[in-house]
């Protein structure tokens, strides 16, 4: 009895070690594939100005959501993952390209603004929808929805009144630019259900889903920092005729520019707590594991 128990215990922890194996594998994969685009991209695809940091956020953003993809292939499993922050990126993602491929007053000035940029945004809808499919269908079985009980809807609505009344003019459109800023203010509050979910279940959190907070919070980087530097460009009145950079009006009421910095930096502290036990875990190469959330 006990040469079989050890036969099958080591049948076990074989079977572990192949999975973990090929999940190296694919992520070592996808983030090689990731750097080869980007160096693709920015010698022949780009003009490399700084704009090109906002196609650098989508692509990041998406290389997340293959990770968990990339999750859930291998483990079978959607356990851990919160269906309702993909909900929200899935809206999300559709108003902004709904703005994005119409108007170009939200898109990078340099050549990855034509197509490039928006690849981004559509490949990430693409696996938002198909881990949503998973998760409600063929792996319907592992979906925990006890744990994952932050509701957001009662936002939406809020986040709409907002975004026609709080917006910028980039667009020359009431409507794209709204919608554009509809899709900022729900983003804002996408990721809290994840984040409440691994909070709330605690201990150790499975690698490739670490992966996908931290890689979409280094998106928001990304996207912050693009911001940060053309965020003026929204004021009313803003004029840079020879489009030297230096404006020969700053404009007025800026309330889009502001909205646009105060919500990407809310995202970035949103995430700041989860990014800490990451890099924590790094630093001390050991497994990253979370405080348990009482409640």
Not at 5 to 32: I, V
Not at 131 to 138: A, C, E, V
Not at 173 to 201: G, H, R, V
């Amino acid at each position: 009895m006990g040469t079989m128990d050890l036969f099958h215990g080591g049948g076990k922890d074989k079977a572990l070690c192949s999975l973990q194996t090929g999940e190296n594998a694919a992520l070592a994969t996808a983030y090689a594939s990731f750097i080869v685009t980007f160096c693709f991209t920015a010698y022949h695809l780009s003009d490399r100005d700084f704009s090109t940091t906002l196609t650098i956020s989508t692509g990041v953003q998406s290389l997340g959501f293959l990770m968990l993809m990339t999750k859930v292939k291998w483990s079978q499993s959607v356990a851990g993952i919160s269906s309702k922050t993909l909900e929200m990126y899935t809206i999300v993602l559709f108003l902004r390209l709904c703005s994005t491929m119409t108007k170009r007053g939200y898109t990078p000035v340099d050549r990855t603004g034509d197509h490039v940029y928006h690849l981004g945004d559509i490949a990430s809808l693409f696996l938002c929808l198909n881990l949503l499919y998973k998760m409600h269908r063929s792996l319907a079985h592992t979906y925990d929805k006890t744990q994952d009980t932050f509701n957001i809807a009662p936002c939406i609505l809020p986040a709409a009144l907002l975004a026609m009344v709080c917006h910028g003019h980039l667009n020359g459109s009431f409507f794209f630019d709204t919608l554009w800023f509809f899709s900022l203010y729900l983003e804002t509050i996408a990721m809290l259900p994840q984040l409440f979910m691994l909070t709330k279940l605690g201990g150790e959190v499975e690698g490739m889903t670490s992966h996908f907070v931290v890689l979409v919070c280094a998106a928001k980087c990304f996207a912050w920092a693009f911001w940060f530097v053309g965020y003026p460009e929204l004021a009313e009145g803003y004029v840079d005729a020879d489009d030297d950079g230096i404006p020969e009006d700053w404009g007025h009421s800026n309330y889009g520019g502001y909205a646009i910095i105060l919500c990407y930096s809310i995202q970035l502290l949103g995430s700041g707590d989860f990014v800490y036990y990451y890099m924590k875990s790094v630093v001390t190469q050991t497994s990253m594991s979370l405080p348990e959330l009482e409640v």
